[in-house]
């Protein structure tokens, strides 16, 4: 086996979870999962740790965000009190306006369903990425998060693996561009290896664990 395939191995092992399935959302390419994915990609483009915006968006849903129509339901007090349960304390007042922006925003513009956003992009990488950055909260940095996550349902976004990912990448010795990293793991892979490859980023201990062959316990 080569190096660069039990660095792989090494790193699906120990990180290989997407951040959708790490908040409770079981992604398939219908309304309510890909609204939580949005909702999930607002929260972790903040700058606040990854584990408290994954415990944020199971708040939320748990309050009543699960789709957009749901969403809108919800008053701004059972948001901010949701982000709070979570700890999601610093910007918890102008992310659940954010949020309840965003789900009147998807009714309107696609009666709540990001297929249809999909479809009006004609499955263009680009334009489903300048399609969702019209969501509050949600720049550049969300639409990566937003794409690397969702490419497990929506194929003709792979490989996506963005500049934060291929850093992660080069800090292992693998791959320094998304079609080396594609040639790697079979399609359905691409989201979990994109999400591994972020945790190296964030993560000194998991990186030198991955490298050094040491079992890492943290949670990324």
Request: proline share 4%; charged share 25%.
């Amino acid at each position: 086996m080569t190096e660069n395939r039990k660095v792989l191995r090494r790193l699906l092992d120990q990180a290989g979870r997407t951040y959708a399935s790490e908040a409770g959302i079981r992604l398939a390419d219908t309304p309510a999962p890909l609204y939580r994915l949005l909702v999930l990609s607002v929260l972790l483009s903040t700058r606040i740790r990854a584990d408290i915006a994954v415990a944020a968006s199971r708040e939320l849903a748990k309050a009543g965000c699960t789709t957009a129509s749901r969403a809108s339901r919800t008053t701004w007090q059972q948001r901010v009190d949701a982000l709070g349960r979570a700890g999601y304390v610093r910007y918890d007042e102008s992310t659940a306006t954010a949020l309840g922006e965003g789900a009147q925003l998807l009714l309107d513009e696609y009666r709540g369903d990001l297929r249809r956003l999909r479809r009006e992009a004609g499955g263009s990488v680009p334009g489903i990425r300048d399609l969702i950055t019209k969501t509050p909260r949600l720049g550049p940095v969300g639409a990566d998060i937003f794409c690397r996550e969702a490419q497990q349902v929506w194929p003709e976004l792979g490989p996506y693996f963005d500049d934060r990912a291929v850093k992660g990448a080069r800090t292992l010795g693998l791959p320094g561009t998304a079609e080396g990293l594609a040639e790697l793991v079979p399609q359905n892979d691409f989201a979990r290896l994109s999400a591994a490859l972020v945790r190296v980023t964030l993560d000194d201990d998991l990186a030198s664990s991955v490298r050094s062959g040491a079992r890492h316990t943290g949670s990324g």
